[in-house]
């Protein structure tokens, strides 16, 4: 018989009550080191008592209007958002998926608003994640993701990540947009190198395609930068946000220039819930305290230290463990074995990570983890991995 939930998850038998910085905890009272934290999601820890009180603040004057009238929470979020980036403009959405497909349509309509219709093609690159929107999957390309739900969107091509020669191949007239993630996660923490990032923007400067960056996982200081691509130095055209902006509550956003964002008009585009007071509360706060320099300074000292340990562990577990990559706090630990089965050791040491693919298990703190909680994880993965080179 079907469970009353849908059946799309392999869920793990863990489930927890409450919540507080770093720690996930059972109704047993059994604490869990959370080097997952929903995913680069609760950015800034379980129950931090400055989103909880915007939060509950917000919530006792007002959640819900409509877009149909001004949100002066939304207005202050869009303000600073532009403030601290690339962006001249943003629309607030409740997922990544919702960026993406925005993102997509405002690529589109660029091109047919500038009387080229017919400049429709979205370069992709394999193993990327956008979301589960018939848009997204199929921006994506996944088999596991795309088998059975044709047909799809026409209008994308997948690429092999990292291949510029394909690209420069693959970039036509046709050409409307080139879609990235900076840092891939679900596909396994694979950095671009900062070099191929420069020459791709050049290329779109070049020809005209616009850049749009998914920086839905690596984006909102989890690089230490408040979002990645400030890292090899070059701005995109549009960027799709979500998950850490809310800190756990459901917020998203697409970022865009005056210029990438020209076609979009009133009626073009819309949200019932996208940038409510709630969530815009929320993000507002999250976006003051992450895009201090002290903050982000912070982020770096702990991803420094965090990733020297990660070597020492790896070269104490060579049957385990292959390698480091990543960012910051946007870490892969290469696996030798599935890595499917070292999150589950971890779970047996009461410690969170988050399995992606090409065998890689995924550290993705929240970014107030503080150096004991390094020390202390570190300790739970070499115990972890001791299990499984004993078992
Ligand atoms: C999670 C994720 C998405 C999808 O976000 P949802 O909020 O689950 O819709 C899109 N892109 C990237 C890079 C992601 O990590």
Redesign the pocket.
Known sequence: MITTVLPTYNRAPLSFERGEGSWLIEADGTRYLDLGAG??VNALGHANPDLVAALTEQAGKLWHTSNLYQIPNQQKLADLLVAHTFADTVFFT???????ELAIKMARKYWYEKGQPDRIEILTFEG??????TG?IAASGGEKMIKGFGPLMPGFTHLPWGDMAALKAALTEATAAILL?PI???GGIKAWPDADLREIRALCDATGALLVL?????GMGRTGRLFAHELAGITPDIM?V??GIGGGF?L?AVLATENAASGMVAGSHGSTYGGNPLACAVGTRVMEIIAQPDFLEAVNRKAGLFRQKLEGLVATHPDVFEGVRGSGLMLGLKCKIAPADVVKAGYAEHLLTVPAADNVIRILPPLTITEEEIAEAINRLDRAATRLETA
């Open positions: 995913i680069a409740n997922s990544g998926t919702e960026s993406a990327s994640f956008h979301g589960r929107s997204a993630e891939i996660g679900e998914d920086e839905v996982q690596c799709m979500a998950k459901p998203g």
